[in-house]
């Protein structure tokens, strides 16, 4: 018989030296598409205004938020208030959870965190009632979260050459934990005592199931917190007012005191195993 002939139906492929084959080697992939911030992809902005006695502060407060953020929705957290903080916070056009009992600040920024994330906010702003914070230095704490380069943002008192006119104890309480916090978060933090923040979706869900509830544990040792489940931290300068009426006791002897206490709690955390699983939802 004679062999069959004509072109073989399996062809080889060619090897490495072949034309073309170099340049086809060499061509990179293409970029996959850019992630779409997920604070983006949320709706509104809520402010959550924690208030314990401040009847005296709290009507200026939510005029300001008013002028300066009207496309936001506040909700003051009344910590069991003995004075008219929250018949003033409702007289002002508010939405109030007045908390039968005072849980403290960590309670009540804590109880913002789960009505954000319930509700499926965002971004969450936690901004004092004692007339301190500045409504209107709330859009430079959202564009790194918007543009997707933080997950928690801090209105520091002390970047950018501002200066805050601090009580000597609680300015060396602050120089104190500012030390401690950064060698922990393993990035310079210069203001850890700074209420005004804001938080993206994955910092509102993480908040709203792991909190401190300690005193000062709702500002410094939740950046720890934060910092040790993965989540980004960015601090950006703001100009803040000094307390506007009430009382503070970070300026005083017992002040002092808890600042001791919550650097003995941020060495037991260091202690803790790390949270590693981020809440996607709420169960």
Same mark, same amino acid.
């Given at each position: 018989?004679?062999?069959?002939?004509?072109?073989?139906?399996? @062809?080889?492929?060619?090897?490495?030296?072949?034309?073309?084959?170099?340049?086809?080697?060499?061509?990179?992939?293409?970029?996959?598409?850019?992630? +779409?911030? +997920?604070?983006?992809?949320?709706?509104?902005?809520?402010?959550?205004?924690?208030?314990? /006695? &401040?009847?005296?502060?709290?009507?200026?407060?939510?005029?300001? *938020?008013?002028?300066?953020?009207?496309?936001?929705?506040?909700?003051?957290?009344?910590?069991?208030?003995?004075?008219?903080?929250?018949?003033?916070?409702?007289?002002? %056009?508010?939405?109030?959870?007045?908390?039968?009992? /005072?849980? #403290?600040?960590?309670?009540?920024?804590?109880?913002?965190?789960?009505?954000?994330? +319930?509700?499926?906010?965002?971004?969450?702003?936690?901004?004092?009632?004692?007339?301190?914070?500045?409504?209107?230095?709330?859009?430079?704490?959202?564009?790194? =979260?918007?543009?997707?380069?933080?997950?928690?943002?801090?209105?520091?008192? *002390?970047?950018? %050459?501002?200066?805050?006119?601090?009580?000597?104890?609680?300015?060396?309480? /602050?120089?104190?934990?500012?030390? *401690?916090?950064?060698? =922990?978060?393993?990035?310079?933090?210069?203001?850890?005592?700074? #209420?005004?923040?804001?938080?993206?979706?994955?910092?509102?869900?993480?908040?709203? @199931?792991?909190?401190?509830?300690?005193?000062?544990?709702?500002?410094? +040792?939740?950046?720890?917190?934060?910092?040790?489940?993965?989540?980004? =931290?960015?601090?950006?300068?703001?100009?803040? /007012?000094?307390?506007?009426?009430?009382?503070?006791?970070?300026?005083?002897?017992?002040?002092?005191?808890?600042?001791?206490?919550?650097?003995?709690?941020?060495?037991?955390?260091?202690? &803790?195993? @790390?949270?590693?699983?981020?809440?996607?939802?709420?169960?």
């Amino acid at each position: 018989m004679q062999p069959v002939t004509g072109e073989p139906t399996h @062809k080889t492929a060619p090897g490495p030296d072949a034309p073309g084959a170099r340049a086809r080697a060499q061509t990179p992939p293409a970029p996959a598409p850019a992630r +779409e911030p +997920e604070a983006r992809r949320g709706a509104s902005v809520l402010v959550v205004v924690p208030a314990h /006695n &401040e009847s005296a502060s709290i009507a200026d407060v939510l005029r300001d *938020l008013a002028v300066h953020v009207p496309q936001a929705d506040v909700l003051v957290i009344d910590d069991g208030s003995t004075d008219a903080t929250c018949q003033r916070a409702r007289a002002a %056009g508010a939405d109030v959870a007045c908390l039968a009992c /005072n849980l #403290g600040v960590g309670g009540a920024v804590q109880t913002g965190y789960l009505h954000a994330a +319930e509700r499926g906010y965002g971004v969450a702003v936690q901004f004092d009632g004692d007339g301190q914070h500045r409504a209107n230095r709330i859009d430079g704490l959202l564009e790194p =979260i918007l543009a997707g380069q933080a997950d928690l943002v801090v209105g520091s008192r *002390l970047l950018g %050459g501002l200066r805050f006119r601090f009580h000597p104890l609680r300015f060396l309480g /602050n120089r104190l934990l500012s030390r *401690l916090v950064s060698a =922990i978060c393993r990035r310079r933090i210069t203001d850890p005592t700074s #209420g005004f923040r804001a938080a993206g979706p994955a910092t509102i869900r993480f908040f709203a @199931k792991h909190y401190p509830q300690t005193y000062l544990g709702d500002t410094a +040792e939740a950046l720890v917190w934060a910092a040790r489940a993965g989540l980004r =931290i960015v601090e950006v300068p703001v100009r803040m /007012n000094q307390r506007a009426a009430g009382v503070s006791a970070t300026g005083s002897f017992r002040g002092l005191w808890h600042t001791l206490r919550i650097v003995l709690a941020l060495l037991v955390d260091c202690l &803790e195993p @790390k949270v590693t699983d981020l809440p996607e939802e709420l169960p």
